[in-house]
């Protein structure tokens, strides 16, 4: 495995010390689109397991909204972030 990384890393070296490999604000759309696909990944299973309890008992439709909505923060925290940057 280290040796397949090896070329890519002196490539990376050798082109320009001083530049960045990826520019700011592509690194920030990066990071907001990883932060929106971790969060959607994880609501597909707490939203399913909510609907489930839900199913069984409704007195707990306020606890699965709250769990299904909470990964959203991931994505607003990211949002943040690129606005402040």
């Given at each position: 495995m280290i040796e397949a990384i090896e070329p890519l890393m002196t490539a990376l070296q050798s082109e320009a010390a001083s530049s960045p490999a990826?520019?700011?604000?592509?690194?920030?759309?990066?990071?907001v689109g990883l932060a929106a696909f971790g969060a959607g990944y994880a609501e597909r299973g707490i939203?399913?397991?909510?609907?489930?309890?839900?199913?069984e008992d409704e007195s707990l439709f306020v606890n699965g909204l709250i769990l299904t909505v909470l990964p959203e923060?991931?994505?607003?925290?990211?949002?943040v972030?690129?606005?402040?940057?």
């Open positions: 990826i520019e700011p604000t592509a690194a920030a759309a990066l990071a939203g399913s397991a909510a609907m489930g309890a839900i199913a923060t991931l994505v607003i925290l990211a949002l972030v690129v606005f402040l940057v």
